[in-house]
């Protein structure tokens, strides 16, 4: 089973393969039936044997979010959704993708909710819980990369070959503009459209050795000719912005909390799963 299947968003779920309906009952878990339609109605992206193991696996965990009598919460199912109609341009959009797959808003949005029950029921079983001690501490031993980072705005002229790129050097040293040379001499398209402008970039995301000689720039300033794939690159500093530090309020103890869970849950699942399967009755119809 993959470790995730069972608390993947819809958006995987969509790229799914479609298969025949059947009315025939193709396993029982403990007695309850699961039919070939159901692996349809969920979409799998795996072939038919590995979504009938996860629809087993739901199953088991289903059952024990009956036994242990956990819920979910109404608010996060409805963020859930919201966020998985977000990822379209628009409602009709959404809609139609949805019907595409043989899928309606009530499938999403009970998905989401055996999702969570899920979640619920792994928490339980497992005794997941963290402490506002166990969040502050996950704050404090990552307070930087939890800040917003520096960043710039630079701009590139890209060209295959060392003589080219001393030239726009050269023409850069005689005044002419970065970002219109960048048009004129860059080999890379995106390139010629924008004048060469990548916008701003976080520190942290670029090469080393790239981020070396544009980070000793002020505003204005140019590099020298560097050595960058399979060209050579020219890079311009338009401007900094500061970092920001990490404000430990209430929305990121949340975000903090949440992440823990789900991290914690994702790596019990599939131990829970095991613990399950090994006492259950479970047969497949030949």
């Known amino acids: ?31 309850e039936k699961i039919n070939a339609s159901e692996i349809t109605k969920k979409l799998w992206w795996q072939h038919s044997a590995q979504g009938l193991s996860d629809l087993i696996d739901e199953k088991l965990l289903l059952a024990e979010a009956d036994r242990l009598k956990v819920s979910y919460d109404d608010k996060e ?44 029921a792994v928490m339980a079983a497992k005794n997941i819980n963290f402490t506002d001690t166990d969040v502050t501490g996950f704050f404090e031993q990552n307070k930087a990369r939890l800040g917003k980072a520096e960043s710039a705005r630079i701009r590139q002229i890209f060209v295959a070959g060392k003589t080219e790129a ?13 970002g219109k040379l960048s048009a004129l001499k860059s080999t890379d398209e995106n390139l010629k459209k924008s004048e060469g402008d990548l916008g701003y970039i976080a520190r942290g995301l670029l090469l080393p050795e790239i981020e070396k000689e544009i980070y000793v720039l002020k505003p204005g300033e140019h590099t020298k000719p560097l050595a960058t794939g399979n060209g050579f690159s020219l890079f311009k500093l338009e401007d900094l912005k500061p970092g920001e530090p990490a404000v430990f ?6 975000d903090i909390r949440a992440a823990l ?26």
């Open 166 to 178: 001393d030239d726009a050097y050269l023409a850069l040293a005689a005044g002419a503009d970065f």
């Open 77 to 120: 199912a409805g963020q859930r959704f919201d966020n998985i109609a977000a990822g379209y341009k628009g409602r009709k959009e959404f809609e139609k993708n949805l019907k595409s797959v043989g899928w309606t808003e009530k499938d999403v949005k009970d998905l989401i909710k055996r999702q969570l029950r899920i979640k619920a």
């Open 261 to 286: 869970i789900n991290q914690a849950v994702t790596q019990k699942l599939p131990e829970l799963v095991a613990e399950f399967r090994a006492k259950a009755k479970i047969e497949i119809a030949k």
């Open 1 to 31: 089973m993959k470790k995730t299947a069972l608390l993947v968003s819809l958006t995987a779920l969509l790229g799914g393969l479609s298969y025949a309906q059947e009315a025939r009952v193709i396993a029982t878990v403990n007695g």
């Open 249 to 254: 309020n209430e929305k990121l103890k949340a």
